[in-house]
């Protein structure tokens, strides 16, 4: 790792700072430090590197130059840093607009804190490219009625969206307040800090404690913090808009007490796929073409970001991913076997690729005790039916649809099988009518024999005794209606009580979590399922016996908190009353409101190809 020789640069002249001003201080409501526990570094520090520069691995955005009239250190500190950790998640990096966020969070060249920008993202879910809405700062393009509101991307939805290419979702921004947890957080892309500028006449010392300009922390050597300015690219000693401070000193201090980092997670949900490096001779490995319907373009080969997410949405047509000896990306449409001959050929040249490994469901009904299958005719759309759990049809969820993983590019809509238009992977395209929710279902756990529970909470008040629920696990039974919930399939979503009709809510003073009645200090708590685990919004799973786990979500082939959503109804989101049923034992159909001699009740079977 390439380092900077020991040096301080003057942060700003004394007319830019009486410009700038000094930020404003916001609520830090959306740091949620108190939701980590004290591991979430690891304090064997053996394997952190002596020296780091986030600019070495190629996800770190250039300095720009905020202007000398726009107070936007904060939106710069922060959208560079969210920018460099989610690439480094997703294996994709896309400059994100600096301008769009600055909009969004309505503070158009004025100071705020850095982290609200990780805060922007994870509530819109939408981050609009540099490319699409460039910097220029007070400048803006209007909308609305009289045209007097500046262009915002997730409110206008004419913008694209990079999350629908970076497969992520935003975690919690945690403080990183010792050098120690500070170097561990480097290790995953930038952080950011916020200091107060001069004022210390000692040889050497820039900064000190307070917070009128922010800054991106990028790196570290053995004795001082890199770190990124917005001055531009050509500013500072060494010419390219990054500086240093001693870790020891006045300005290093000040730099810890506001460092935070954001905590980013690869979301599995999106297309459920997971990748595994695997050796092969090349002669193995017959390329994927080009085919009408299957949404696959050379443009998803950029990367191998973009070619690992292209490949999950092709189900059983992409294998895997490979990259040949010139450096060109291939997707895999079968991978043949070695014969006894060539295995042993000396000569033999092998090399490695990343096979691919679907995550499916299989839809089991429960009256019929029979699967969903899907029989494709020589002319026409598939048909749907009914069989056994050896010829069950597999299928993957995505953005609360349900698709074929044979013929990846039909979905479940209503009772048939309707082909999916344009991009797959466009979330501004999908029709709310062809989204699918899970209601009334027991969330078992196989490890444990448990499922998710309501669990009594008494309350003492002054002149009184008040009964909430909160959530437990306990031995599996069907029969009870405390241990029946609606989830989503897909994204996050809020888990409601059949038995109480309401949502679990958070108290946002206490961080308590309960069916409590809607009012006061109390928001939804949302969970989201990723990799077949029940996690909070801030990436902390379930355990086995739906108790919070002490970490935070970690990838598992088959991880023993699983959940399986069981005796569920499985039903259309922008219409509850609309559900997928079997009639007569084998023919599917859509039922509405009271439906007798139907069987519609749905377990999500797991499975892996």
């Not at 930020?23 to 304090?43: A, C, K, Q």
């Not at 506001?258 to 997670?265: G, N, Q, S």
């Not at 437990?472 to 009709?501: A, C, E, H, N, Y």
């Not at 959940?563 to 997928?580: A, I, M, Q």
Request: charged share 25%.
């Amino acid at each position: 790792v390439s380092t900077q020789s020991t040096g301080i640069t003057t942060l700003a002249s004394e007319n830019e700072e009486e410009i700038l001003g000094e930020i404003i201080l916001e609520t830090e409501e959306d740091i949620e430090e108190s939701d980590f526990v004290d591991d979430w570094w690891r304090n064997d520090q053996s394997s952190i590197p002596t020296f780091l520069n986030n600019h070495d691995r190629g996800v770190v955005s250039r300095a720009i130059h905020q202007g000398l009239t726009c107070g936007a250190c904060g939106q710069v500190a922060g959208v560079q840093a969210l920018e460099a950790r989610i690439a480094l998640v997703s294996e994709i990096h896309v400059p994100y607009s600096i301008q769009n966020f600055m909009i969004c969070n309505g503070r158009v060249c004025v100071g705020t804190q850095p982290y609200r920008m990780a805060t922007l993202a994870k509530k819109t879910g939408w981050i609009v490219p540099k490319d699409e809405l460039p910097w220029t700062k007070r400048d803006c393009k209007k909308w609305g009625p009289g045209k007097t509101r500046c262009n915002c991307g997730h409110k206008m939805g004419n913008y694209s969206n990079v999350l629908d290419d970076q497969f992520v979702f935003v975690g919690p921004t945690v403080r990183a307040n010792t050098v120690e947890k500070l170097k561990y957080a480097l290790q995953s892309g930038p952080a950011t800090t916020c200091f107060q500028r001069g004022g210390a006449k000692k040889l050497g010392v820039k900064c000190r404690n307070g917070c009128n300009h922010a800054n991106s922390v990028i790196g570290y050597t053995k004795d001082t913090f890199l770190l990124q300015e917005s001055y531009g690219k050509g500013w500072g000693q060494f010419k390219n808009g990054t500086w240093e401070t001693p870790i020891e000193d006045r300005c290093g201090e000040a730099i810890l007490q506001k460092a935070y980092f954001t905590v980013i997670f690869y979301d599995y949900d999106r297309a459920n796929a997971y990748y595994e490096e695997i050796d092969v001779a090349e002669s193995q490995l017959s390329y994927l073409e080009y085919k009408p319907g299957l949404h696959f373009t050379e443009e998803d080969l950029k990367n191998i970001g973009t070619a690992k997410n292209r490949c999950a949405f092709l189900g059983w047509n992409c294998k895997g991913v490979f990259t040949t000896p010139d450096g060109e990306l291939k997707l895999i449409a079968s991978v043949s076997k070695l014969g006894k001959k060539k295995k042993d050929d000396s000569n033999l040249v092998m090399t490695k690729y990343f096979r691919k490994r679907q995550m499916v469901i299989y839809l089991r009904n429960d009256g019929t005790k029979k699967y969903l299958k899907i029989k494709m005719p020589k002319k026409g759309d598939p048909k749907l039916g009914m069989t056994n759990s050896k010829k069950a049809a597999p299928f993957f969820t995505s953005y609360g649809r349900i698709i074929s993983y044979r013929h990846p590019q039909y979905h479940l809509v209503s009772n048939t099988l309707v082909k999916i238009e344009g991009d797959i992977k466009d979330s501004r395209k999908i029709d709310p009518d062809t989204k699918w929710t899970l209601e009334d279902c027991n969330l078992q756990n196989k490890a444990s024999g448990k499922s998710l529970d309501l669990e009594e909470m008494r309350i003492q008040k002054k002149k009184s005794t008040l009964i909430e629920y909160g959530i437990t696990g306990k031995l599996t039974d069907m029969k009870s209606d405390t241990q029946r919930f609606s989830v989503g399939i897909s994204g996050k979503w809020p888990l409601i009580s059949s038995r109480l009709g309401r949502p679990l809510l958070r108290n946002k003073k206490t961080r308590e979590r309960s069916f409590s009645q809607p009012g006061g200090k109390t928001g939804v708590s949302p969970f989201r399922w990723n990799a077949r685990q029940l996690i909070s919004m801030i990436g902390k799973p379930l355990d086995k016996n739906f108790e919070s786990a002490s970490g935070y979500f970690e990838f598992s082939p088959e991880p023993e908190n699983a959940v399986v959503p069981t005796g569920c109804k499985l039903v259309v989101e922008s219409d509850r009353e609309r559900r997928l049923v079997v009639v007569k034992k084998k023919r599917v159909r859509m039922a509405h409101g009271v439906a007798k001699g139907v069987s519609e009740r749905w377990t999500l079977q797991p499975g892996t190809i």
